[in-house]
């Protein structure tokens, strides 16, 4: 995302609409005093004119005549002040006024940009990073379940919304109850269904509870613990991801299987379990695509030793 353009578009937009805003209640509050003040409607006329007189000449040089007018605006403001005053009104009242003087609210001194705009650039330059950091957080309450449609049912009667709400608790649960969970879990589903992003709050949230956790792209674990079992620097990850309090992976099914790929994910899965330690699994694949890409062996044990959640929905990146 570019955060200056969408910043200066959005101060930009502000802008205009304060004006317009500004110029609505001005015009409003300037005609209803003109209906119940015939007297200030006439001396706003003459204002008017008398401004376009002093213009002309301001333009033709007209330096007598210029004073004139400039007296003249001067007398009929004053004699519209004291109608006011009369009115029990500010009398200042009819006067437009704007929070920037040196560029009258627009933001910009001809093509120059007034310091007040870039003031209020930076601030939603801020405003919009501060919220996107905060997007970023991964936590359940950050998990939107808006996404998901109540009118779209997944099963009888349960819309995908209800559904990915029991998702979430389920999730939840998950974390309150880690240490007696007897299962992990695999989150499964198409691409940009919320998979990764629940994950993450599972992540952060026992993370936060203490719990040792490691969290690492399919592809990044394989070619991780590849180059310490090849490349004698030590088995510092490969000890790090055999013995953490829970190990998520995610993206299982988008790497490049091969033979070594195949025995470190069954290793995983084996010495875990044997640990009593649990995974959670996110993946693209339901279980007959991870039958097919994986052996019977593998595919035992992540069925057997993970409670199964599709996630269903729409490509919520696409929505965003
Ligand atoms: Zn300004």
Redesign the pocket.
């Known amino acids: 995302m570019n955060y200056q353009k969408i910043a200066y578009q959005n101060v930009k937009s502000l802008f205009q609409k304060t004006r317009q805003e500004k110029m609505a209640a001005f015009e409003k509050r300037k005609n209803s005093i003109h209906e119940s003040n015939p007297e200030i409607a006439e001396i706003d006329k003459e204002i008017i004119s008398n401004l376009s007189t002093f213009t002309r000449l301001a333009l033709s040089g007209g330096s007598a005549s210029l004073e004139n007018a400039k007296k003249k605006d001067k007398e009929l403001k004053e004699k519209r002040k004291s109608l006011l005053k009369s009115m029990n009104l500010p009398e200042d009242y009819l006067d437009l006024k704007y929070n ?1 003087d ?2 009258s ?1 627009y ?1 910009f001194i001809g093509a120059e940009t ?4 870039k003031e209020e650039l930076k601030k939603e330059e801020i405003r919009l990073l501060k919220n996107a950091a905060k997007a970023m957080e991964n936590t359940f309450s950050a998990f939107d379940l808006n996404y998901y449609r109540k009118d779209h049912l997944v099963a009888e009667e349960i819309s995908e919304y209800d559904y990915m709400t029991f998702v979430k608790s389920r999730a939840e649960e998950f974390c309150r109850t880690l240490t007696q969970n007897k299962k992990g879990i695999i989150f499964a589903g198409n691409t940009g269904t919320g998979k990764t992003f629940l994950s993450k709050c599972v992540y952060n949230c026992l993370v936060e509870q203490g719990e040792d956790v490691v969290f690492d792209y399919a592809q990044n674990l394989f070619d991780k613990t590849e180059k310490e079992k090849y490349s004698n620097i030590g088995y510092e990850y490969t000890d790090k991801i055999m013995n953490c309090s829970l190990l998520i992976i995610d993206d299982l099914g988008s790497e490049m299987v091969t033979p070594f790929s195949t025995a470190m994910l069954y290793n995983i899965l084996n010495i875990r379990q044997e640990k009593g330690l649990l995974n959670l699994i996110t993946t693209n694949l339901e279980p007959d695509g991870l039958m097919k890409k994986y052996e019977n062996r593998i595919v035992s044990r992540l069925m057997g030793y993970h409670d199964l959640l599709l996630f269903k929905g729409r490509d919520i990146r696409q929505l965003i």
């Open positions: 920037c040196k560029c609210d933001g007034c310091q007040c705009f």
